[in-house]
Structures are given as structure tokens and as C-alpha cells.
T-cell receptor, first 113, second 111 residues
Framework: DQQVKQNSPSLSVQEGRISILNCDYT??????FLWYKKYPAEGPTFLIS?????DKNEDGRFTVFLNKSAKHLSLHIVPSQPGDSAVYFC????????????FGTGTRLKVLA | SAVISQKPSRDICQRGTSLTIQCQVD?????MFWYRQQPGQSLTLIAT?????????ESGFVIDKFPISRPNLTFSTLTVSNMSPEDSSIYLC????????FGPGTRLTVL
């Protein structure tokens, strides 16, 4: 049972345009959500997070949107740069108790110059 | 954030053998986590390791197969025992609570 899903395994975007990566979850008890970027041969790098009490969080070119009723979050990258080409994972967790993360399957983003 | 190193970075092993992966953190942390990423798959939590207590394993992972040590607040090891080709994965340690920070990973290939 995949509690966190990223239905698009890959995405290609032109440099300078917006990249939108999507993530769906099934467990309404998740209360903290994160996005990670992973380059080949490296560990995942934390990008941005959002608590369930918010619906938007911005950090520079990265914005995460949370729609709790739809159990959906998205990551917007504006403008996209070739260095953003990587695999992006969303993750969900419970902040009380275990701090256990459930990761999505990842979306490979390719930003074309 | 924390600086995390792992050894080895990669290894090729024969089936039936065991490999111990080390994880070193540059600061003291209460909880350390071990993940596995099988080829083309997501990251899956193996276990949570607290210093001074036995690790807590997730469903599908057992101590006999993945024994973990946590001798102090900056170090942990994960052993992959009696390996089979299905154990070929990237193994990652991480630290942190609300935002976890990951090591570079150990790429294991079992022949």
C-alpha cells in the first residue's frame, strides 16, 4: 500500500519556465510534508517543507502548496534552471512520536537549456 | 544541518556474505535512521536507531538480517547479513526530526 504517490515518473521543462511536481497521499494523519532533490550518486538533499497548518510555503524559487482536502501537494520551481535536473521525492511524516518518513516514488525532472 | 559520511561508498559482494556500513555524523544526535533505496524504487525506512537502546525495525525488516549498532551519539552501523542479489540497493543513513538530512549513501551490489 503506497501511502505517498508521485504519479509522474518524469517531467521535461524548458529553462526559465515553471516546473510543477505533484504528490498525493492517502493518510490524513500526516501532518508534515517535505520535498527532497536527489542527484545520482548522492544522498537526498532537503529542499522545502510545509506543515499541515499551512497551505503554502516559499523559499526562493521553490514553493510548496498543500491541499489537505484533496490530500495533494505540489512543488513549483520558478524559473527552472538546468541545475534543477534531478529526481525529486516528496515525503510525509507524523511529527508526534516516530518522525518516520514515507517517501513517494520520485519524479525525474529534466530542465532543457 | 548535519554533515554525514558513510563508508564504504560502494561495494560489490558475493551472495551469502555480510557487509557492515558505517555512518558518522559531525554532531551528537538522538535518533539515526537507516533507509534502503532499491533500483528504481523509493526510499524505504529500515529502522530507527537510538543510542543506548535496541533499534526499532519497520515491517518487513528484521534484526537478524539487518543488525544495527548505535554505540554513541555520532555513529551507527548497519550490517546486511547473508546477502542475496535482492539486497542490491543504496543504503542511506539520516539524522534529524522535522527535516532529515541524509548521508551520501552506500551502493551495494550483490552477485
Amino acid at each position: 500500500d503506497q501511502q505517498v504517490k508521485q504519479n509522474s515518473p518524469s517531467l521535461s521543462v524548458q529553462e526559465g519556465r515553471i516546473s510543477i511536481l505533484n504528490c498525493d497521499y492517502t493518510n490524513s494523519m500526516f501532518d508534515y510534508f517535505l520535498w527532497y532533490k536527489k542527484y545520482p550518486a548522492e544522498g537526498p538533499t532537503f529542499l522545502i517543507s510545509i506543515s499541515s497548518i499551512k497551505d503554502k510555503n516559499e523559499d526562493g524559487r521553490f514553493t510548496v502548496f498543500l491541499n489537505k482536502s484533496a490530500k495533494h501537494l505540489s512543488l513549483h520551481i520558478v524559473p527552472s534552471q538546468p541545475g534543477d535536473s534531478a529526481v525529486y521525492f516528496c515525503a510525509a511524516s507524523f511529527t508526534s512520536g516516530t518522525y518516520k518518513y514515507i517517501f513517494g516514488t520520485g519524479t525525474r525532472l529534466k530542465v532543457l537549456a | 544541518s548535519a554533515v554525514i559520511s558513510q563508508k564504504p561508498s560502494r561495494d560489490i559482494c558475493q551472495r551469502g556474505t555480510s557487509l557492515t556500513i558505517q555512518c558518522q555524523v559531525d554532531s551528537q544526535v538522538t535518533m539515526m535512521f537507516w533507509y534502503r533505496q532499491q533500483p528504481g524504487q523509493s526510499l524505504t525506512l529500515i529502522a530507527t536507531a537510538n543510542q543506548g537502546s535496541e533499534a526499532t525495525y519497520e515491517s518487513g525488516f528484521v534484526i537478524d538480517k539487518f543488525p544495527i549498532s548505535r554505540p554513541n551519539l555520532t555513529f551507527s552501523t548497519l550490517t546486511v547479513s547473508n546477502m542475496s542479489p535482492e539486497d542490491s540497493s543504496i543504503y542511506l543513513c539520516s539524522v534529524g526530526l522535522y527535516e532529515q538530512f541524509f548521508g551520501p549513501g552506500t551502493r551495494l551490489t550483490v552477485l
